[in-house]
């Protein structure tokens, strides 16, 4: 009972160290790329500018710092809308605002792909600094090969910038628990990987995933992307090579004016590619596209993608 006892006190001891550990000092420096972020304190008011972001950061609890987001084309999930509702938007579905428009609602803090931070959309990075404003790019848009690891890298670096670690750590359990549910399964089966092909869009050629975060969530659903040698994230491939590798499953990208319906319907109606084993035995899995970006849909990607793979497995 004694031993017990100083055990206890001295956990209690250790409990405010403890926080202190899972507290961000300031001024805190984040490396993104080839940028050195310095922040003197936690941002007050942040922008988000592509609707993943904005939903991660809704995941973290944040909508009491963010003063506008962007570039939501597809609607907020349901458990997060009525945090979304209360955010300005500072553009429609489908654009970037433009930098007059970030510059009026005063930010401290900018979140979004890299194509966001550029001359044709809000602005450079090294412009929103010159301006006031730490602009953070998420990850898996700087370089080629993202995994679900850069995911967690940017979680886990919102956390320390808005100095929230432990919820940050929370969301990254949450993510990762899901998706190993998943994992674990196809695993559990030996059954063997499945050759994919993503279809994102196009009609003269196909429009498809390479070194993107997509390939990664296929490899976690059990499949291999045909395509996953590709020296870009995102590239067009001709119908020829498409029939040469010979996909067993095709990916359908679901966004935008053309329905997946009209997708499949395309494909199914080429006769260049009527030898391919997706389209002889009909197996198409449609995805909407803002689960295979960087965020909290990850897991559902990758459930969908499974499921599609191996149905007999998720009856």
Same mark, same amino acid.
């Given at each position: 009972?004694?031993?017990?006892? !100083? !055990?206890a006190a001295?956990?209690?001891?250790?409990?405010?160290?403890l926080a202190?550990?899972?507290?961000?000092?300031?001024? !805190?420096?984040?490396?993104?790329?080839?940028?050195?972020?310095?922040?003197?304190?936690?941002?007050?008011?942040?922008?988000?500018?592509?609707?993943?972001?904005?939903?991660?950061?809704?995941?973290?609890?944040?909508?009491?710092?963010?003063?506008?987001?962007?570039?939501?084309?597809?609607?907020?999930?349901?458990?997060?809308?009525?945090?979304?509702?209360?955010?300005?938007?500072?553009?429609?579905?489908?654009?970037?605002?433009?930098? *007059?428009?970030?510059?009026?609602?005063?930010?401290?803090?900018?979140?979004?792909?890299?194509?966001?931070?550029?001359?044709?959309?809000?602005?450079?990075?090294?412009?929103?600094?010159?301006?006031? &404003?730490?602009?953070?790019?998420?990850?898996?848009?700087?370089?080629?090969?993202?995994?679900?690891?850069?995911?967690?890298?940017?979680?886990?670096?919102?956390?320390?910038?808005?100095?929230?670690?432990?919820?940050?750590?929370?969301?990254?359990?949450?993510?990762?628990?899901?998706?190993?549910?998943?994992?674990?399964?196809?695993?559990?089966?030996?059954?063997?990987?499945?050759?994919?092909?993503?279809?994102?869009?196009?009609?003269?050629?196909?429009?498809?995933?390479?070194?993107?975060?997509?390939?990664?969530?296929?490899?976690?659903?059990?499949?291999?992307?045909?395509?996953?040698?590709?020296?870009?994230?995102?590239?067009?491939?001709?119908? *020829?090579?498409?029939?040469?590798?010979?996909?067993?499953? &095709?990916?359908?990208?679901?966004?935008?004016?053309?329905?997946?319906?009209?997708? &499949?319907?395309?494909?199914?109606?080429?006769?260049?590619?009527?030898? &391919?084993?997706?389209?002889?035995?009909?197996?198409?899995?449609?995805?909407?596209?803002?689960?295979?970006?960087?965020?909290?849909?990850?897991p559902d990607?990758?459930?969908?993608?499974?499921?599609?793979?191996?149905?007999?497995?998720?009856?």
């Amino acid at each position: 009972m004694k031993l017990r006892t !100083l !055990l206890a006190a001295s956990l209690l001891a250790a409990l405010p160290a403890l926080a202190m550990a899972q507290s961000t000092v300031y001024p !805190l420096t984040i490396h993104n790329g080839d940028d050195a972020l310095v922040f003197e304190k936690a941002p007050e008011r942040a922008v988000t500018l592509n609707g993943h972001v904005t939903e991660l950061m809704l995941s973290l609890g944040l909508a009491p710092k963010m003063v506008g987001t962007a570039y939501l084309n597809h609607p907020v999930l349901d458990s997060l809308k009525a945090d979304y509702d209360t955010i300005p938007i500072l553009s429609d579905g489908t654009g970037s605002p433009s930098l *007059e428009v970030v510059l009026g609602v005063n930010p401290d803090f900018a979140f979004g792909r890299l194509s966001a931070f550029r001359d044709t959309a809000v602005a450079p990075v090294a412009k929103l600094k010159e301006l006031g &404003i730490n602009a953070y790019a998420v990850k898996g848009t700087l370089i080629k090969g993202a995994t679900m690891d850069d995911v967690y890298e940017d979680i886990s670096n919102l956390g320390q910038i808005f100095d929230m670690q432990p919820t940050a750590t929370a969301l990254i359990d949450k993510i990762k628990g899901e998706i190993s549910a998943v994992t674990d399964k196809v695993a559990a089966s030996g059954k063997p990987k499945v050759k994919v092909l993503v279809y994102d869009s196009g009609e003269d050629a196909i429009y498809t995933t390479g070194k993107a975060l997509q390939t990664e969530l296929i490899r976690l659903a059990g499949g291999d992307n045909v395509f996953a040698d590709l020296d870009e994230t995102w590239s067009n491939v001709s119908w *020829e090579e498409a029939v040469a590798r010979a996909p067993e499953v &095709i990916v359908i990208n679901d966004y935008g004016t053309t329905t997946a319906e009209a997708k &499949i319907a395309l494909l199914k109606g080429n006769p260049a590619l009527a030898s &391919i084993p997706a389209i002889q035995n009909d197996r198409f899995v449609v995805l909407p596209l803002p689960s295979a970006f960087e965020g909290v849909r990850n897991p559902d990607a990758v459930r969908t993608l499974a499921k599609g793979f191996y149905p007999d497995l998720f009856q």
